[in-house]
């Protein structure tokens, strides 16, 4: 559908542009509110939290202006990372759907809005394109219903105990941990979370300001975080992003563990031992497919985005699958990525095998190219497949895959291979090819 508002992530984009502007924003929210009440009945309950970025809290009023003109009621909890409002959505019996303000790992000029259903997490196709319709039909309200707006001034405390008592106390005792916050919505209740658990925590980037979210820090940017476990002897690390949905670890001697290395050391843990297929995306590198194998499992890859990945999960009653960048699903737990409940998990496989260097597989080279494009043409465009065509033939060991990001003006270019100086050849090449024919 072409007027659909969202990525593969919800609505995205700069603040000041497309929808999410002053006029735009209560007309979004308002169309949000009449396929919630269609969707859900009346009255309506729902949680609303925004990120640390400086136009979450002018967004979130902008937003309720409209939800408002329907019959909700908004439980609004500020600052809160995307996977807590899931997880009290799951606690809270009497909450129908979260709504997250957040661009995730954008940085602080973007913002965007997740809707969350409390039973499939992410929202599907037909919901997004509904609130779409909604959006651009501006069908005007009635003024004769209205709903009401209450401070959820406890979510944190929920949160944290719900958390927190999923795991034993003990569960870090004696362990120095480091962690990266992106001065974003983990920035308060992570280092809560992981001295609850008895870690002895340093904490960096997390004195949000409005304006540093994501700012050479946490998930996307973890030199300091790295060369900071060197200096503080520290036993683990973890960046985390903007909203609290992806993580990355970092062991004591500074290597990076990505999405592909937790998924390959969860398939110890005994929560998912017995699972058979563990679901990455077509970016996932060839070497935990090959680890995979050797554990009998299968990898099955799904298109990029942490939707995709709940989607086959929920169908196939799967309880494990993540991407490289960090988004980790523990779909016992919750049917969305929670980075901290991911790192905890981590840390009780890597405590019981007495794997603290986390080595997992060897990884092929992987080379991963951004291209700034103007316009998102369509790849299977003849002259454009013909190019991607030509440089995959090129490859005899490896392979090659070519998407937009569903977040930003990207083109990414990924090229795998058993030789780094191919893989790194061939993606320059490509890229630097794709962005004349795209300007």
């Known amino acids: 559908m072409g007027n659909n508002l969202f990525g593969t992530d919800g609505i995205r984009t700069t603040v000041g542009s497309g929808p999410l502007t002053h006029t735009n924003i209560p007309r979004l929210g308002y169309a949000i509110a009449c396929w919630a009440t269609k969707k859900y009945g009346s009255p309506l309950r729902i949680i609303l939290a925004h990120d640390s970025r400086i136009s979450g809290e002018w967004m979130s009023s902008t937003l309720m202006s409209g939800l408002l003109l329907a019959p909700i009621t908004v439980e609004y909890a500020r600052v809160l990372p995307t996977p807590a409002v899931c997880n009290l959505l799951q606690q809270r019996a009497d909450l129908h759907l979260g709504i997250v303000i957040s661009a995730s790992h954008n940085a602080y000029q973007d913002n965007g809005i997740?809707?969350?259903?409390?039973?499939?997490?992410?929202?599907?196709?037909?919901?997004?394109?509904?609130?779409?319709?909604?959006?651009?039909?501006?069908?005007?309200?009635?003024?004769?219903?209205?709903?009401?707006?209450?401070?959820?001034?406890?979510?944190?405390?929920?949160?944290?105990?719900?958390?927190?008592?999923?795991?034993?106390?003990?569960?870090?005792?004696?362990?120095?941990?480091?962690?990266?916050?992106a001065h974003g919505a983990t920035s308060f209740v992570a280092p809560a979370l992981f001295r609850a658990v008895g870690a002895e925590v340093i904490a960096i980037h997390n004195t949000p300001n409005g304006t540093n979210i994501n700012d050479q820090c946490g998930a996307l940017h973890v030199n300091k975080l790295q060369n900071l476990m060197l200096k503080e002897h520290a036993d683990i690390g973890f960046a985390f992003d903007g909203d609290g949905d992806r993580?990355?670890?970092?062991?004591?001697?500074?290597?990076?563990?990505?999405?592909?290395?937790?998924?390959?050391?969860?398939?110890?843990?005994?929560a998912y031992q017995q699972e058979k297929t563990i679901?990455?995306?077509?970016?996932?590198?060839?070497?935990?497919?090959?680890?995979?194998?050797?554990?009998?499992?299968?990898?099955?890859?799904?298109?990029?985005?942490?939707?995709?990945?709940?989607d086959y999960l929920q169908q196939h009653n799967g309880l494990l699958g993540g991407e490289q960048s960090g988004h980790i699903i523990l779909n016992d737990y919750l049917p969305t990525a929670d980075s901290i409940v991911t790192a905890f998990r981590i840390i009780e496989i890597i405590s019981q095998t007495d794997n603290w260097n986390l080595n997992t597989f060897t990884h092929y080279p992987q080379i991963l190219v951004n291209v700034p494009v103007g316009q998102k043409r369509d790849l299977q465009d003849p002259s454009i497949a013909a190019i991607i065509a030509d440089y995959e033939a090129q490859l005899n060991t490896g392979r090659l895959v070519v998407r937009y990001s569903g977040t930003e003006n990207l083109l990414r270019v990924m090229v795998e291979d058993t030789e780094q100086q191919t893989a790194q050849r061939i993606s320059s090449s490509l890229a630097s090819t794709l962005q004349k024919e795209l300007p």
């Open 114 to 181: 997740k809707i969350i259903d409390r039973i499939t997490g992410k929202t599907s196709q037909e919901d997004e394109e509904t609130i779409s319709t909604w959006y651009h039909e501006q069908t005007f309200p009635s003024y004769r219903e209205f709903g009401a707006l209450n401070l959820y001034e406890n979510a944190h405390q929920e949160y944290i105990r719900d958390v927190s008592n999923r795991f034993p106390s003990d569960l870090l005792a004696h362990k120095k941990v480091i962690l990266d916050c």
């Open 279 to 310: 679901v990455g995306t077509i970016m996932s590198n060839h070497g935990l497919d090959l680890f995979l194998r050797t554990q009998e499992k299968q990898l099955v890859r799904t298109p990029v985005g942490d939707k995709y990945i709940a």
């Open 247 to 270: 993580v990355m670890a970092i062991t004591k001697q500074g290597t990076v563990k990505n999405g592909d290395d937790m998924l390959a050391l969860l398939t110890g843990h005994p």
